[in-house]
């Protein structure tokens, strides 16, 4: 069995007013043996599509390397935004080393609350990856259960918008399609995306990515 520590320390700016969460980066991120087109930060794969999508949405002009510049980039964008990380996943076990979530065993979560009450300013969580099991919203309802929290519908249409009340603060959440390339079968099987392909044939999933993160984000 091998055991997959989260590299990377949660990233929340002061005044940070979203907090994106994932689960944890693939194993390589936590051995060091990286790529050299991986960044060393949260969702610095080279094959991960966040930072590529950011970069359109605000027109980043980002580096995609093993540098340190790259990921000063990433942390500086963070900041002037007021968006912070928080992968919900401090550790887990794996039979096979992969990145896949519905494999991880012995699942060691991270004190999400305990970020709310440092930082009061944070209002909405954006969930990369939806309810299917090991996913971060998966594993958030899994972690707020045993405190009575409990998240309300708000909204059916895709991406699905909850809302739950902490410590006397409202806070919403938003379950975006996953940013890695895994959740493309997902994306072509979506009525929307079906319908704007046969009007558009050069209409991506990675267009329909950028057009429901921008919402969210520039919001």
Excluded at 100 to 124: A, C, Y
Excluded at 131 to 149: C, D, Q, T
Aim: charged content about 25%; hydrophobic content about 35%.
């Amino acid at each position: 069995m091998f055991k997959h520590l989260h590299p990377y320390k949660p990233f929340v700016p002061e005044g940070a007013t979203k907090l994106i969460m994932g689960t944890i980066p693939p194993p390589r991120f936590s051995t060091g043996e990286l790529y050299a087109e991986d960044v060393n930060f949260c969702y610095g794969s080279k094959n991960g599509l966040l930072w590529p999508i950011m970069d359109r949405i605000f027109n980043l002009n980002l580096k995609y390397l093993n540098t340190e510049e790259a990921v000063v980039q990433r942390k500086n964008f963070l900041e002037k935004n007021k968006i912070g990380i928080y992968d919900i996943v401090e550790s887990c076990m794996r039979e096979k080393i992969n990145a896949s979530d519905q494999e991880m065993k012995n699942i060691k979560l991270r004190d999400v609350f305990s970020i709310f009450r440092k930082n009061p300013s944070v209002k909405t969580i954006l969930f990369t990856g939806g309810n299917s099991k090991n996913g971060p919203e998966y594993l958030f309802r899994k972690y707020i259960k045993p405190y009575g929290v409990k998240m309300e519908l708000i909204s059916e249409m895709i991406p699905k918008i909850y809302q739950f009340e902490f410590n006397n603060r409202n806070y919403k959440t938003i379950s975006l399609i996953s940013p890695s390339n895994a959740a493309n079968r997902s994306i072509g099987a979506n009525p929307v995306y079906k319908k704007i392909k046969k009007i558009n044939p050069d209409y991506t999933t990675f267009r329909y990515r950028l057009d429901q993160y921008s919402v969210f984000f520039m919001d």
